[in-house]
């Protein structure tokens, strides 16, 4: 059973996104403000997660709007993931909600079915992120990654990663040398299939390379490959 906090002002929306999720087997919160889903995490004592495994976050909210709960969760260093509800067709929201730290999204009006596997994929990811501590781990350019523990260490400094930043990063890795698209890292990382504007990953590779590069603004391991994607090159010339 995992524990779901829905973040949703449309009462109807809610109680049907609720009664969908307890049937699947979950145990459901929902909060209608972002105020009020941020003070209840806030008084929750698990410093990592807030005491949810998953937030389902709707972006149009009556106060704070979810662009701001997303980012001051990550600000406080939680790393519970976030499935954002945006608005249709409006890709502005999905860059936003990716730059704001949101782990996947779903364009409202959306279909049960569709929500249900975004959520089994988000907590599928996680649990296998927490059932392998320590072992998956990579050294690079003076830095450790943990992909375990969601850190990448630089020295004396240890440097937080949401998941899926973790993915993205674990993912060019295993490609090293490899130039990989923008729409196949959409595709793997994301799970995302349908039209998505392939920019939405360009604010986490702007995000990876100041944790893995000394001049994130002269790339040496992140490059860019111009009309292409990106490739990750573990010991540049
Ligand atoms: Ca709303």
């Given at each position: 059973m995992s524990r779901i906090l829905i973040v949703e002002d449309e009462y109807h929306l809610a109680q049907g996104l609720r009664f969908n999720l307890e049937a699947e087997g979950h145990s459901v919160a929902v909060e209608a403000t972002g105020e009020a889903a941020l003070a209840r995490i806030d008084q929750n004592?698990?410093?990592?997660t807030g005491g949810f495994d998953l937030i389902v976050l709707d972006?149009?909210?009556?106060?704070?709007d979810g662009f701001a709960v997303a980012a001051q969760l990550r600000r406080q260093r939680r790393y519970v993931p976030i499935l954002m509800l945006t608005a249709r067709g409006a890709a502005a929201d999905v860059l936003a909600g990716f730059a704001a730290g949101a782990d996947d999204y779903l364009a409202k009006p959306f279909q049960l079915a569709i929500l249900n596997a975004r959520i089994s994929g988000l907590l599928r990811r996680r649990a296998w992120q927490e059932s392998a501590p320590e072992v998956d781990a990579y050294d690079f350019g003076g830095r450790h990654v943990d992909f375990g523990k969601l850190e990448i260490r630089v020295g004396k400094r240890s440097l937080p990663l949401t998941l899926m930043e973790a993915n993205l990063l674990r993912f060019l890795i295993r490609h090293a040398g490899v130039t990989v698209s923008r729409k196949k890292l959409l595709e793997e990382?994301?799970?995302?299939?349908?039209?998505?504007?392939?920019?939405?990953i360009d604010n986490f590779i702007v995000r990876l390379r100041r944790y893995i590069e000394d001049q994130p603004s002269r790339p040496r391991h992140l490059v860019t490959v111009r009309g292409v994607g990106y490739r990750f090159i573990a010991a540049p010339e």
């Open positions: 004592n698990d410093q990592d972006v149009m909210l009556p106060g704070i990382v994301w799970g995302l299939r349908e039209e998505t504007d392939t920019r939405a």
